[in-house]
């Protein structure tokens, strides 16, 4: 199973990830990236490994993900993203620090404005950003309830000038997921050997064929890479009884 122990390929996304983290460090400037593609193709993957770069590198990272049974909750993936910055919320001006306590439960009132609640953020983001670069990971933008989502594209083209990075994901085939654009990374299937390289790890005992016939189903999709063969009888992960035309977990 993908148990994080490994991480195979994805030298593109990387290498475009670490630049980003490398830009806002360096002060050389913000931005923000979305990485959409299929369902277990590897984007929380990728999220994780960008977690864990810039953890090294001193990065405050910020995480939110949107739940389908949240979706319809107003600002629940902000509240996430919100609470460790919580801290800085005393620099803030007075209606920008009432927007936010309204956001967050802390005070009664009518849900603020996206345009309040997003200046208020951006306020509260600069003041962290002073301090140690940040970075925003936003897992499952399909889910994320659509007032987060316009505070998310408010913070986006406001970013450029600060010491700040933000990374969403969103699978391809969900249209109420922002729009794509420049800043759209598709995240595609493994190469072959990579997916060779993962099987065999996650799964040393298939015998040859079997393998030969996972990869071919699977066509580089690391989620199907790891289940495939757990629903395979063990006669036939071990070659010894003929597999059936159709897998238990075909595309
Ligand atoms: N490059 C990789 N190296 C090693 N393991 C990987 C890689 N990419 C994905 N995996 C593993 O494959 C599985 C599926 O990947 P992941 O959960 O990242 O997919 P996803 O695109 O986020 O899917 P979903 O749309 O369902 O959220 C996970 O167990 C993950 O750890
Ligand atoms: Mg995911």
């Keep these: ?10 030298r ?26 299929d369902p277990g193709i590897g984007k929380s993957a990728l999220l994780d490994w960008t977690a864990t770069r810039a953890d090294g590198d001193g990065f405050t990272v910020l995480r939110a993900a949107g739940h389908e049974p949240e979706a319809g909750v107003a ?6 993203v919100l609470r460790p910055l919580w801290a800085n919320a005393r620099a803030l001006p007075g209606p920008q620090l009432a927007a936010l306590e309204r956001v967050l439960g802390l005070r009664e009132g009518l849900p603020p404005s996206g345009f309040m609640v997003g200046a208020a953020v951006l306020a509260l983001l600069a003041e962290e950003a002073r301090r140690r ?12 309830d659509s007032s987060s ?18 990374v969403g994901a969103s699978r391809a085939e969900d249209g109420a997921a922002p729009g794509r654009d420049e800043h759209t990374v598709d995240v595609g299937v493994l ?5 060779r390289a993962l099987l065999r790890h ?26 495939l063969p757990g629903q395979l009888a063990y006669g036939h992960r071990r070659g010894v009884v003929p597999l059936p035309d159709r897998l238990p977990l075909g595309r």
């Design 202 to 227: 996650w799964h040393p005992g298939l015998a040859p064929s079997t393998a030969q016939r996972v990869m071919d189903e699977a066509v580089g999709n690391p989620l199907a890479l790891a289940e």
């Design 191 to 195: 190469s072959r050997e990579d997916a």
């Design 75 to 80: 600002f629940g993936a902000l509240h996430q």
């Design 12 to 37: 593109r996304e990387r290498a475009l990830l670490g630049r980003a983290l490398d830009d806002a460090r360096t002060g050389a400037g913000g931005s923000a990236t979305v990485l959409r593609g």
């Design 149 to 166: 989502v316009a505070v998310f594209v408010f913070l986006h083209r406001r970013i450029t000038g600060l010491r700040v990075v933000m």
């Design 133 to 144: 670069p940040v970075l925003i990971l936003v897992d499952d933008l399909h889910w994320v």
């Design 1 to 10: 199973m993908g148990d994080g122990t490994v991480f195979v390929g994805r």
